[in-house]
């Protein structure tokens, strides 16, 4: 890292790691491709009741795998292979216990989850027989999404993306298997992504233990271990609400839509919620690519290259962000027509909700980088800080907005929430690194009258 190109290294992370978790990401789009075709609105309504429950998964392994991720980063710059040593053990300690809880409250809570949403007979039905599935494998599921991010801050963000292809491929079969031929409906969909994710895990181990990571992985005293599975807690605790911010917001627009409007509006959020989470996989890609160069850099105290990374980083996620939501806003029938070929009504409803909450997509994910950044560098206050008022500031607008609108108010909710949260986010990023990129204009304007460039400012 401290003598390639910066700009290649950045790409050498980031592009492994938006493909793998574009890739990951594929994993709900396709369940919800192929419910969408095989039961219709209504497994699609009930797939969308249960996911935020199920959600839990996923942001307790974004917790265990972004934050032990970075704590092995922040190790490997600072030379420090003890530290590194305690961080694996725990990180690995931490998925086992975490998964193990949260499958016992998947359990417990589904059904009352479900009712208190508002949900048919129909939707409880289907929507239980996604969630066991879910909670009997969440050790396994929480694993399968947390170990390449592991994978990737251990020095192989290539096969970190190789498994997460390898899991996403079998799910499209497993998918095919169980809710095209066997006709499974949302168990299928739930066991088959089970399946791909064991197979995730029994490739991540291999490539670990060729790398030599357990080598040098320590059992530690049971404070310093403690000690260290807060840090990775703590360093994890933004992206953890930033996927629970997600869950909570399918709830409430869950509930809301069944309120003010029907199950076909509902199954119409459902698609939204789908091509929004493949952009959130995109943005969460950038953000992890940048992740590991900004924690490493940070170890190595170098803020030059610090603020030279998050520049590159903002410029590709919002950049990307900005062509995806024009796609989507020129093509929002195309779009609704891959969920719900055959059903007209569907797909002019979910045309409409496209256009209307999807419209400032791209400033998402900048919410995310400058999330992520903060964590990177130690500064998980302010990191969660954001996550938070994520969720925070939605509430008022999904709240008053449909007394005076309706339906169109709840679609309207995230988009002008986004924009009242980004002019606050762009305010913390120039007060953090005000100082450090008008040092490196100087530095820039110095070289370019010597002919060279500066340390830390490499093309």
Not at 274 to 279: A, T
Not at 374 to 381: E, H, I, N, T
């Amino acid at each position: 890292m401290n003598t390639r190109s910066l700009t290649r290294t950045f790409w050498a992370y980031t592009i492994p790691s938006m493909a793998a978790l574009m890739v990951s990401g594929m994993y709900s789009v396709v369940d919800g491709i192929f419910i969408g075709h095989a039961m219709g609105a209504d497994g699609l309504a009930a797939l969308n009741l249960a996911w935020p429950l199920a959600g839990i998964i996923w942001a307790l392994a974004m917790l265990v795998g972004m934050g032990g991720g970075a704590e092995l980063s922040m190790a490997r710059g600072a030379g420090d292979v003890r530290c590194q040593g305690v961080a694996l053990a725990m990180t690995l300690a931490l998925m086992l216990a975490l998964g193990a809880v949260c499958g016992a409250l998947i359990l417990g809570l589904s059904h009352p989850f479900l009712a208190a949403q508002g949900a048919g007979e129909l939707q409880v039905r289907f929507g239980l027989d996604y969630l066991m599935v879910q909670g009997w494998a969440a050790p396994v599921m929480l694993a399968g999404m947390a170990l390449p991010l592991i994978l990737r801050n251990l020095g192989a963000p290539g096969l970190s993306t190789a498994a997460m292809v390898a899991g996403a491929v079998l799910n499209v079969l497993f998918n095919w298997i169980f809710v095209i031929r066997l006709d499974h409906g949302l168990f299928g969909a739930a066991l088959a992504t089970a399946l791909a994710e064991a197979v995730v895990i029994l490739f991540c181990l291999v490539v670990m233990s060729r790398l030599g990571a357990f080598r040098v992985m320590v059992w530690a005293p049971m404070r310093e271990g403690m000690a260290r599975a807060v840090a990775i807690c703590t360093t994890g605790t933004a992206s953890m609400v930033m996927a629970l911010y997600v869950s909570v917001v399918f709830l409430l627009h869950n509930v809301l839509f069944l309120k003010y409007g029907t199950p076909v509006t509902l199954a119409a959020y459902a698609i939204s919620g789908y091509v929004m989470s493949f952009f959130y996989y995109f943005a969460e890609g950038v953000a992890g690519g940048m992740q590991p160069l900004a924690s490493y850099f940070h170890g190595a105290r170098d803020r030059m290259k610090i603020a030279k990374v998050l520049r590159l980083a903002l410029l590709t996620g919002v950049g990307g962000g900005v062509v995806l939501t024009a796609l989507v806003m020129a093509f929002p029938a195309a779009v609704a027509q891959t969920f719900a070929a055959g059903d007209p009504v569907l797909i002019a409803e979910t045309a409409t909700g496209l256009r209307l909450q999807l419209w400032a997509m791209f400033l998402d994910g900048f919410i995310i980088l400058a999330a992520t950044w903060f964590q990177s560098v130690g500064q998980a206050r302010t990191a969660t800080s954001i996550t938070v008022a994520n969720m925070g500031v939605q509430l008022p607008f999904l709240f008053i907005l449909p007394m005076f609108l309706g339906v169109q108010g709840i679609w309207l909710a995230m988009p002008l929430s986004n924009v009242a949260l980004s002019i606050v986010v762009v305010w913390l990023l120039w007060r953090a690194h005000r100082g450090v990129f008008a040092r490196a204009a100087v530095l820039a304007r110095r070289a370019l009258g010597n002919g060279n460039l500066p340390v830390g400012a490499t093309a």
